[in-house]
Every structure is written in structure tokens, then in C-alpha cells.
């Protein structure tokens, strides 16, 4: 009983500066909505990465002249099929493609035109003929180019090359067609003009998934001026991209963090002379240190509890209704093609536990520090002062 | 020195330094030994810096000596922890203030009832309690008014109030005319007076001589520099 | 209305929407989770996708997971990044090679 009454005076108390506390709670809370944001979207990319990429190739062998990416040699691939547990080597054929007219980067990659897909997530079909191609929905929308529309690229002679559009990827692929120019591994090297017997890289099937490591040694070890990828490292990569100590995230998790110092530090450097009194006067007519002390903790719990949950809903509403627009302008960069953020959902209530701590821990606590000296000094002194 | 049965509050030998061993130390109150016996008026009368103020801090649990000794009702207060001292002050003691020290921003009857804040009492025990003694002292029409809408001797009457809510056995009052005007005052003395017929004893320090020598009162005790000069 | 009870209102609101929305997101996840991260998968696997399609900007913000060391310092080795993407993205985290220790 005694505690409701506390906490009703500690609401009149904030009642009283309304203008103020209403402010403090619009900052703060839009504060922890982006910290909030960024942890969300950061941890279901995280996930949806995983999953996604769960079927990679087991091994992507690259070749490396002179710390740079180059073309690869065909005639590896009969070696390294010889390695025991190695299934399928395929040789694939990709690049990128700089869009003159938007300005934006595609990477064109080439399918083996023999094979016969079905996907689901796939209007059209893929390109079986020549001068056939698939796009995904960024360049789709880009360059108006629908099924049954032509696609027009400048090849590397400087020749336009006319693209018939067979098939469009879904916008539920976005995260992974968005860039797409799909065209058959023939129009590719004709397209690049790249030499013969050379790929862009190889795609290698492994049985045993526990032997990736071992095969990705053994083919370092025959060529060893490859580089094999496994598909752990390339789910590592995203791990490490999404990771909220690392990049994207500590970048605006640290700004967000600076700022609500600031907020905080404000309030701790102490308390106004009309505190002060205010404080003495309580004393004075009867409460007690503890009491004043708890006075406080419901005040600054009031603002942090209520800022916190107002945030996390609107970060919430941000990342997942709306699929986080403000966070996708700041994460893009200088990309003309950017994906919808449309991510499955992923919570991680560890780190918004960590996050509730970081924030109203220290606010509660720069609401009744600075209280402390008068909360424990004599009233008289307190309304001498 | 030898309390009486009625003693309530006794002081031995008390001092308050304030800014101890600073180029600005003050000696407020020097070494005064003095009674207040159950149901007097006593009046500390001296003038601006005789340390009337300060002796009534101290015996009013709101500043601890320096040095000496403080019994209210056979105990030390001076010895006493934090806690229990805030408990002495809250049920024997009904301070009035000089400037009032009302919180400006809260109703009448929010100001009156902020003694009663931390007790374990119900939130309709409280306001009814506050109620009534609003009542009693004819505000009861300004209950939700806030208190910067109120005159002088309003303002007074609602710290007056709140000095009651808690039924103390003592009230202090510090000054308690100086803001009000001659009629405003003799109203004042009026319900000091009814206060002290109910049982009260009253303690007040002032340098107004319709207070000290109004035929209420018990007892004057004169000060100068912090000590007690006489005794009438 | 007595502060405590419409404060205490208010913060249950809010925790019952947060509720709504977790929920909401749940049950949104379990959806996707049957349909369209499963197709996702299978297309990745048919076209043997490595990297998300997120920053085109560069070829080591479009393909992380296959940047070599090179490609952020192409046009001078002491340059500083100057694509936005390219400060967010770390270099891809490689396996120790056998009998070289890591990296």
C-alpha cells in the first residue's frame, strides 16, 4: 500500500513537468526503437541467412593470381572429382554487370541449361535458349523488363545484346535474386567473352559433410594457388556481418548508445536546487531516506519501463510490419538496387534483456544517485543549502 | 539537571557548529540546557542570528547537535539511527515553516497529505484524514485548488494543516507570523492557542511581540548569540 | 482516476501489445518458416547461390562470403573505403589451412 502511494506521488512529481518528462520519454524511447531495430533486423537477417544458405555448395574453389580473384581453369575439375568423396564438380560461370543507364551493379550468372529446375519461387521458367534470361525482382522493376519483355546489356565488345525475359523471381526471393540476370552458362562466356576453358569458379559436391574441411585441404594441397570455400565459412561470413558487436550493428548501436549517455549524464551531474528543497521538505515533514530514495527509483523507472516498451514496439513495428525503411536507407549505402527487407521474424530475448538492462538500469540509477547526498542529509541542512 | 515528570523535550549542553573548521564557521546554538514540559507554550524569542531557528531545528528532530544531548519523551535523539529519528520526527513532531515550504505544483489537499505518503495507510484513509483536517481549518471548499492560487494566510493555514495530519504530540512553529499581516496573525495565534487547549504543546520561535507576549504563552526564553539569556 | 491505476494501465497495454506483436511474429515465422524459407533454400541450392543480394554497391559488399583481400584496396592499397557497404562488411572469416596455422 505504502509502495502505490510512493508511486502515485513520484507520478505527480513527473506530472508536474510534463512538457519535460513527456520529452525525455520521446528521445529515449526513440533511442532505444533504433538500438532495438538494428538488433532485430540484424539477428533475423542472421537467421534467415542461415537457413537460407543452408544448401550452398559444400566447396566454391576460386583461383588466386597475385591476391586477386581470377578466372579458374576447367581442367581441374577431373582431378579433383578423383578425390575421394567428391561427387559433382561443376564449373560456374558468373560476373557482374554495371547498368550505365541506372547505374546499378547486376551479377549475371549463368545455369547449365541442360538441367531441368522446378522452383517455386520462380514466374516463368529459366532460360533454356540461347538469348533467354531470368531477373530477378530489382532489375525487373528497374529496367521495366517483365516476362516476355526484352532485356538489353551492353556486352563486354561494347555490343548491345538483346535478352528475351522467360522467367521472374518472386519478391519472397528478394534477399536473394534481387540483382539477377539468369542466363545459360553459354551466353555468359559469350557475353563476358571469357576465355576457353576457364570458369569463374567451381562448385564441388561433397558427400559426407564432415569431410568438407578435409577435401577443401586436400584440393588447397593440389592447387595451391585455389582457394576453396566451404559453406560454413560462407555462413560464418553473414554470422560475423549481422553479428551485434560487429559492423552494421556496433555502428548504430554505439551512436544510439552515445546519445542516451548524454541523456543520462545530464540528469546524473545532479540535482536542481528546487529538487533539493523538494527533497529537504519531505524530510522534514516525516519521510524517511529509503523513502525518498524509492521516490525517486519510481520516477526514473517510470520513464525508463515506459520508454523501453514504447520502443520495443515501435522497433517491432518498424522491422517486422514494416519491414524497417528508415534502417534500409541507412544500411544501403550506395547501392541503386537494395531489397525489401521482408524478413521471417527472429527474436533473440537474450539480447533484448540486455538491452532493457543497458537502458533503464543506468537511467534509474542517474535518477537516484544525485539524489542520494540530500536524500541522507539532515532536512535542515538540505533546506538551508 | 533534572527532568520533571512533564518534561517532554529536554536539551543538555547542546551546540550546532555549522561549516565546522571552515573560514565561514558558525556557531548557531552555544551549549544551551533547556525544558519544554508536556502541554506548554514556550516561545524563543531573539532577534535575527540568536540562533532561535537552529535550537528549534534541533529540538525538533530536524538537525542533529553537535555536540550534547536531546531527550523527547526519555530518549536521546541525537544517538538515534536514521530511520527511527525520521520515525520521532514523524509522530511527535508537526513543523511549521517560516516560508511555508509547500510544494507548489501539488493541490492543497496533495500537500496536506504528503506526511501520510509513506505510512502504511490506505489512499482513502489518507485523503479522508486530510479532509478532515482541511476542514477544520476552513479550506475544506479549496482542497483541489492548487496552492500558488492561494493567499498568505491560506498558504499558512494549509502548512498548519499538514503539521497536524500526523497528530503530533509537539508543533513547531519557526517565525510563523512573518509573512502575515496583523489579522492574519492574530488568526494564527487563535488556532496555536486551540491546538495547545487540546493537549499540544507548542514550541514557537519568533521576534514578534504579539506572539511572545500573547497570554497563551507558557514560557519566553530570550536568546542572544546562540545562548539563553533569560527566562520569563 | 487515481496516477498508479492509469500508469499500471498504461504499462499492461503496453506489454499486451509487445505480447501481440511477438505472437504475431511467431506465428508469422512458423508460416515462413514451412514455405518460403524452404523455397528459398531449394533455389539457392538449384542455382548454387553463395551471398545474400544485399549491397550491390561492390563485388565484396555483393559477395562477402567470396571477396578476396584484394578488391576493397583495387584502387590503391592505403585508400580508404569509400563505399558505404564496405565499412558494415568485414572480411570473410577463413579456416586455418592445414599446417599454416590461422589465416
Redesign the interface.
Known amino acids: 500500500m505504502q509502495r ?1 502511494k510512493i ?2 506521488y513520484a ?2 512529481s513527473l ?1 508536474r513537468r510534463k512538457g519535460k518528462h513527456l520529452s525525455i520519454i520521446a528521445v529515449y524511447a526513440f533511442t532505444i526503437s533504433v538500438l532495438a531495430s538494428i538488433l532485430l533486423l540484424s539477428h533475423a ?1 542472421r537467421e ?2 542461415s ?7 559444400h566447396v ?1 574453389v ?1 583461383r ?1 593470381s ?4 581470377d578466372l579458374i581453369s576447367t581442367d581441374i575439375i577431373d582431378p579433383v572429382r578423383q578425390i575421394p568423396g567428391v561427387g559433382e564438380v ?1 564449373p ?1 560461370y558468373w560476373g ?1 554487370y554495371f547498368d550505365g543507364i541506372t547505374g ?4 549475371v ?1 549463368g ?1 547449365d541449361d541442360r538441367r531441368t ?1 522446378e ?4 514466374e516463368g521458367a529459366l532460360p533454356e535458349a540461347p538469348g533467354e534470361c531470368a531477373v ?1 525482382g ?1 532489375v525487373s522493376e528497374l529496367r521495366e523488363a517483365g516476362i516476355g519483355d526484352e532485356l538489353v546489356l551492353v556486352d563486354s565488345r561494347g555490343v548491345g545484346v538483346i535478352f528475351e525475359v522467360v522467367g521472374a ?1 518472386r519478391s ?9 540476370v ?1 542466363m545459360s552458362n553459354a551466353d555468359v562466356i559469350e557475353f563476358f567473352d571469357l576465355p576457353q576453358n576457364r570458369a569463374t ?1 567451381l ?1 564441388v559436391e561433397v558427400f559426407n559433410p564432415k569431410e568438407v ?1 578435409t577435401v ?2 586436400k584440393i ?2 593440389l592447387y595451391p594457388d585455389t ?1 576453396p ?2 559453406r ?3 555462413i ?3 554470422d ?2 549481422f553479428h551485434w558487436r ?3 550493428v556496433l ?1 548504430v548501436f554505439f551512436s544510439a548508445l552515445i546519445a542516451f549517455c548524454i541523456l543520462a549524464w545530464d540528469k546524473a551531474t545532479g540535482i536542481s536546487a528546487e529538487e533539493r528543497r523538494e527533497i529537504g521538505i519531505l524530510k522534514a515533514i516525516g519521510w524517511s531516506t529509503s523513502d525518498v530514495l524509492e521516490l525517486k527509483f519510481w520516477e526514473g523507472a ?1 520513464i525508463s ?2 520508454s523501453f ?2 520502443g ?2 515501435a522497433a ?2 518498424h522491422v ?1 510490419l514494416l519491414d524497417a525503411p528508415a534502417l534500409a536507407a541507412v ?9 525489401q527487407f521482408r524478413l ?4 533473440n530475448l537474450y539480447q533484448i534483456f540486455v538491452m532493457g538492462f543497458l537502458t533503464v538500469v543506468p537511467y534509474v540509477a542517474s535518477t537516484v544517485i544525485p539524489s542520494w547526498t540530500a536524500a541522507i542529509t539532515d532536512p535542515e541542512e538540505v533546506m538551508r543549502a | 539537571m533534572t527532568a520533571t515528570a512533564s518534561t517532554l523535550i529536554a536539551t543538555e549542553g547542546v551546540t550546532k557548529v555549522y561549516n565546522s573548521r571552515r573560514p565561514d564557521e558558525t556557531v548557531a546554538v552555544a551549549g544551551v540546557s533547556m525544558e519544554v514540559g508536556q502541554g506548554e507554550v514556550v516561545v524563543l524569542k531573539g532577534p535575527s542570528g540568536s540562533g532561535k531557528t537552529s535550537l528549534l531545528s534541533l529540538v525538533g528532530c530536524m538537525a542533529r547537535p553537535t555536540s550534547g544531548r536531546i531527550v523527547v519523551d526519555g530518549r536521546d535523539v541525537a544517538k538515534l539511527a536514521e530511520s527511527v529519528l525520521t520515525e520521532v520526527r514523524r509522530q511527535t513532531f508537526g513543523f511549521i515553516f517560516q516560508q511555508f515550504n509547500l510544494i507548489p505544483g501539488l493541490s492543497v489537499i496533495e500537500n496536506v497529505s504528503l506526511p501520510l505518503v509513506p505510512v502504511t495507510i490506505g ?1 482513502a484513509d489518507m485523503r479522508h484524514r486530510a479532509e478532515g483536517v482541511l476542514r477544520r481549518l476552513e479550506l475544506g471548499a479549496k482542497a483541489r485548488r492548487k496552492v500558488r492560487q492561494l493567499s498568505g494566510g491560506e498558504q499558512q493555514r494549509v502548512a498548519i494543516a499538514r503539521a497536524l495530519i500526523n497528530e503530533p504530540e509537539v508543533v513547531v512553529a519557526d517565525e510563523p507570523t512573518a509573512h502575515l499581516d496583523r489579522a492574519l496573525s492574530e488568526e494564527l495565534l487563535v488556532i496555536l492557542a486551540e491546538l495547545n487547549r487540546e493537549g499540544r504543546t507548542v514550541i514557537v520561535a519568533t521576534h514578534d511581540p504579539l506572539v511572545y507576549e500573547h497570554p497563551f504563552v507558557t514560557r519566553v526564553l530570550a536568546m542572544r548569540d546562540g545562548r539563553i539569556e533569560t527566562a520569563s | 482516476m ?3 491505476r ?2 499500471a494501465a ?2 499492461l497495454l ?2 499486451a ?2 505480447v501481440v ?2 505472437l504475431h ?2 506465428a ?2 512458423q508460416r ?2 514451412a514455405s ?2 524452404p ?21 565484396y ?11 576493397p584496396f583495387q584502387d590503391l592499397p592505403s585508400s580508404l573505403e569509400h ?8 572480411p ?4 586455418p ?2 599446417g599454416r596455422g590461422s589465416r
Not at chain 1, 66 to 69: C, E, K, Q, S, W
Not at chain 3, 83 to 90: H, I, K, L, Q, R
Not at chain 3, 92 to 95: D, H
Request: net charge neutral.
Open positions: 502505490f508511486l502515485e507520478l505527480s506530472g537477417l534467415e541467412a537457413a537460407i544458405l543452408a544448401d550452398a555448395p566454391v576460386q588466386i597475385a591476391g586477386r580473384h561443376r560456374r557482374y546499378a551493379n547486376y551479377t550468372l545455369i529446375v522452383l517455386e519461387l520462380l530477378g530489382g523471381f519472397e526471393s528478394n534477399l536473394l535474386t534481387n540483382d539477377l539468369v569458379d562448385s574441411q577443401a585441404a588447397k594441397v582457394r570455400i566451404t560454413s565459412e560462407i560464418r561470413t553473414y560475423a556481418v560487429s559492423g552494421m555502428m517510470a519501463v515506459t516498451l514504447l520495443l514496439i517491432f513495428v517486422f544500411v544501403k549505402g550506395w547501392s541503386v538496387l537494395f531489397p521471417t521474424p527472429s527474436l | 489512499l | 487515481l496516477k498508479h492509469v500508469f498504461v504499462t503496453e506489454v501489445l509487445l506483436l511477438v511474429c511467431n508469422r515465422r515462413e518458416s518460403v524459407i523455397a528459398n533454400r531449394h533455389l539457392a541450392r538449384q542455382l548454387e547461390l553463395t551471398d545474400l543480394a544485399i549491397w550491390t554497391e561492390a563485388r559488399t555483393r559477395h562477402p562470403s567470396q571477396a578476396d583481400r584484394f578488391a563505399f558505404p557497404a564496405g565499412s558494415v562488411v568485414p570473410p572469416e577463413r579456416a589451412e592445414p
